[in-house]
């Protein structure tokens, strides 16, 4: 709607006030002077006509009357004007000229977009009224031929140079008919005013309303009526300097960042069908759009574009295309785009959404929605909030770019670099069903984070979740739980793990990990001298530099929340006997099994005995730190756990404790 207005203003200007910067008092003048511009129209290729030209020397109001103009490109487009009456004129100087006011009357716009199915647009503006105009005295006729961008830069160029206290279109009609599957429509904008404009800056735009009605053509030919409104849409501090910018054929070199607009809000969006659908958003805003483009490159986008829409794009070019694409990621930055109070009504049952959130800068996006409340094929859902962070938008579109040939598989080392499209992810108040008629799974909590990256390997990474869900009575794995009364399995959970380069260390901390009111346990893992050449897709590679990892200790403890008592009643019931005496064989059990490495190993003689108290008496806390004797090789580690578990015990200082 703002080109419309703008080359609504400029015709204006060209057809009218830009032509009366000559004295007033002189009707033949005047007239000499309106044809003369309309002349210079007619010099490119257009078709450009008027009819009765009046000028009234005491109010200084000239009247131009059956504006017809019409484009020389194809497929051609036209305006026409019942009148353009311009009062109040005055030129300050030989290069400008002023009006209190600028009525436009009865303007008809209308157009076609080539293609394979040609779209024909239509717009009509009973009034189009400018309040305290100041512009040229003549503005530059746009050059026949001109590209599309070019013809839009040459427009931002002369609405820069113009200002005035408000432009007014109190309603516009219009109609679309065309396209592979739009199908007819017809749409009116009511209240349309752009307030305080000068220097291509505009301190407010505003929109009352917007209806819309189309029938799009659905699967299998049938039509489908849609029907909306848009009201109460505001834009603040609209700047075309950056239009400009990012028009400009330089704009390669442009690295600035340019503040498009300020504040935006709208109000309720609302859509309806004949098939039963109904959608509305309640309202949506976004604190700042800006552009940057030296990364944005319209005109090297537009120059790789297909001639026209029915053409295919080579591989090569479908490969540039999205390269280009990402950039338009990269180039744009949005600031807190919220989406508010969405629902939607279908024959298959209602959804809401309290709100989808945006933010996007240098082609990464935190994208996030909240408050989700539908229904799923097993029943109904709902959801807190669903956050993907720092999803990186262009890379992906890059990414999609290199492969896209039919056939074309990334490398290990691509693969992995997808892990940097993505900073993590976070979701929050879950219900959803497990199965129909069960009970629900829920989850409160659940955050993932990975960065500080080596290469494509991340070395820090932590987990944070709390969630609860019901257990599967088929499954023979959970029997001891069910019989012991517990039919629902809850998991909290902390785990945290990185890598450190200055002090070459690598720990596995926080690690806390609580299950139902079964067990609560804690732990740190360490490793030393652990080098940054093991972060690597590469297997050789990190297996050598593996060599030099050493370990640093171990400490873990478990806290009894009850499933010493499940476990014994388990073996009770499976060898039917009684509690006290399951405890008791449990017991000895350990006891047997510690004596196998207590032999030589003083330490894991009094771990046993630790742990032998653990299951003796429930609600007990089991404490075990293990420290190295020595510098101990993580790879020699293994294999002695896995060939020989005493003589890697041996390796480490052994301290264990049970208490209350």
Known sequence: MKRVVIAVLVAVALGGAGLIGVPWYAQARAEREVEANFAQI????????????????????????????????????????????????????????????????????????????????????????????????????????????????????????????????????GTMDGGPSAGPAEFAYSGLTFENIKAGRIANYKLDEVTFTMTPQQPGGKADKMQGRMAGIVHQDMDANAILAVLNPDAAKDDKTYRVNGKFTMGAYEITTDSGLKMRMDSASADEFSVRPSRLQLPALFAVLPATPAAQPTPEQARELMD???????????????????????????????????????????????????????????LGRFALKSFDLAGLMHFAAKYSTAGAKPAPADAAEMLKLLAGVELKALTAPYRTGDKPVQIDAISLDWGQYVGPIPTQARLVAKMAGPLDPSNPAFLPLLVAGIDTAALDADLGLGWTESAGTFAVSPFKLEVSNLIGASASVSLARVPREVFTVDLQQATTAAAQIEASGIELTLRDLGAVDVFVANYARTHAIPRDAARKALVDSIKAIGAQFAADNADVA???????????????????????????????????????????????????????
């Open 606 to 660: 009094a771990a046993v005995d630790a742990l032998s108290r653990f299951v003796e008496k429930p609600r007990q806390t089991f404490s075990l730190k293990l420290s190295p004797r020595a510098k101990v090789p993580a790879m020699q580690l293994a294999q002695l756990i896995a060939i020989d578990p005493p003589s890697a015990l041996a390796q480490f200082k052994i301290e264990a404790q049970t208490a209350p």
């Open 42 to 173: 007619r010099q490119n290729g257009a078709s450009a006509s008027h009819g009765k030209v009046t000028f009234d020397l005491w109010s200084r109001k000239l009247t131009i009357a059956d504006v017809k103009l019409e484009s020389a490109s194809q497929p051609p487009a036209s305006v026409t004007f019942g009148s353009i009456v311009a009062t109040g004129l005055n030129q300050p100087d030989s290069e400008h000229v002023t009006a209190s006011s600028i009525e436009v009357n009865d303007v008809t716009m209308a157009g076609s977009l080539a293609g394979a199915a040609p779209m024909r647009l239509s717009y009509k503006l009973p009034q189009l009224v400018v309040k305290d105009y100041a512009g040229p005295a003549r503005f530059a006729a746009i050059p026949s031929g001109a590209s599309m961008l070019d013809t839009y830069r040459a427009l931002a160029q002369q609405f820069v140079t113009i200002s005035a206290a408000s432009i007014s279109v109190p309603r516009t009609t």
């Open 324 to 382: 280009r694409v990402a950039g338009i990621y990269e180039g744009m930055a949005v600031k807190n785009a919220e989406l508010r109070g969405f629902s939607i009504e279908t024959p298959q049952g209602p959804a809401k959404l309290a709100a989808f959130r945006l933010d996007l800068q240098d082609g990464k996006g935190d994208i996030a929605v909240e408050g989700f409340d539908g229904r799923g094929p097993n029943g109904p859902i709902k």
